[in-house]
Nanobody, 120 residues
Framework: QVQLVESGGGLVQAGGSLRLSCAASGRARYVMGWFRQAPGAEREFVAAISGTGTGTTYADSVKGRFTLSRDNGKNTVYLQMTSLKPEDTAVYSC???????????????WGQGTQVTVSS
């Protein structure tokens, strides 16, 4: 069983930045992904990173603005979000799995989520 705990969400003005963290229990080098869900919307893929950290993939909507990285020594992944827009407002959740997929069903473990609100 893997436990994932997100942190770093909050309220920020448009154009601002936030860094989300996801701390994982255990030592396994899972693929880590971030998803987000806005009220009334479906869950949306944001980004994923390989177990070694050498491979990343991003949704087109965040490419060039968000950067995903990981520190395996700390079992933590970081989602640096810049140039935030009101449409980035959502609950952001990290997930652990075995494939850098945009499909939520590819991920086995999920965190509780952290709210990100971007004001205009």
């Amino acid at each position: 069983q893997v436990q994932l705990v997100e942190s770093g969400g909050g309220l920020v003005q448009a154009g601002g930045s936030l860094r989300l963290s996801c701390a994982a229990s255990g030592r396994a080098r899972y693929v880590m992904g971030w998803f987000r869900q806005a009220p009334g919307a479906e869950r949306e893929f944001v980004a994923a990173i390989s177990g070694t950290g050498t491979g990343t993939t991003y949704a087109d909507s965040v490419k060039g603005r968000f950067t995903l990285s990981r520190d395996n020594g700390k079992n933590t992944v970081y989602l640096q979000m810049t140039s935030l827009k009101p449409e980035d407002t959502a609950v952001y959740s990290c997930a652990a799995g075995f494939d850098t997929s945009a499909n939520p069903s590819s991920y086995t473990y999920w965190g509780q989520g952290t709210q990100v609100t971007v004001s205009s």
